[in-house]
């Protein structure tokens, strides 16, 4: 049996399960920011999972401010841990800088992708279901208010129609556009 036979699942299995937990800690950062109602079983969930490690962090880490740094210094050493487990696999051995900066840019690129769908999902929502509580639904509306109503701003009432949902889309497509490739392509140098 060759050995690169298991290299691709074991890849495939470690940034899976990873990059799950990954989420789970930046969505928990990301409710904590926008002050989302912490009762809510989602986020008891999120908490649950999140917690042993962020414990042990937060007596060596104290918040800044209102930002809570244990959470996105687990999630970076968690997507460097990541990053790094693969690249060996492919016998790949970057250097600090490349990993810092390349897992700075994965965990952006997956905050856009958290408010990209996030926004997606609620407006569809919006249009099956607009009077209705559920608790899904509140936590999303939690979650993409800050962006939302910073679109509101930008964008014209026309006759009521909340055109707000598409062009926070648009916006975080673009910064996604603008903001990644060139910082990856400057990296694939370094390699």
Not at 70 to 93: D, E, F, K, P
Request: hydrophobic share 55%; net charge neutral; with cysteine.
């Amino acid at each position: 049996m060759n050995a690169n036979y298991m290299i691709v699942p074991l890849i495939f299995l470690i940034d899976s399960l990873l990059s799950l937990y990954i989420l789970a800690v930046v969505l928990r950062f990301l409710l904590q920011w926008v002050k989302a109602d912490f009762h809510n079983p989602f986020c008891q969930t999120l908490v649950t999972i999140t917690h042993p490690p962020l414990k042990l962090l937060r007596r060596f880490v104290p918040p800044i401010g209102k930002i809570d740094s244990s959470s996105i210094l687990l999630a970076l050493l968690l997507q460097m841990m990541t990053n790094l487990s693969i690249w060996l696999l492919q016998g790949v051995n970057p250097n600090f800088f490349t990993l810092f900066v390349l897992s700075c840019a994965h965990l952006i690129g997956l905050t856009l992708n958290i408010f990209i769908f996030a926004i997606f999902a609620q407006a569809l929502l919006s249009w099956f279901n607009p009077n209705t509580y559920n608790p899904a639904f509140a936590l999303l509306a939690n979650l993409t208010e800050p962006v939302l109503n910073f679109c509101r701003r930008m964008t014209p009432d026309l006759n009521g129609l909340d055109f707000s949902p598409l062009a926070a889309i648009i916006l975080l497509q673009l910064t996604k556009m603008l903001l990644l490739p060139p910082l990856e392509e400057q990296l694939a140098y370094l390699f």
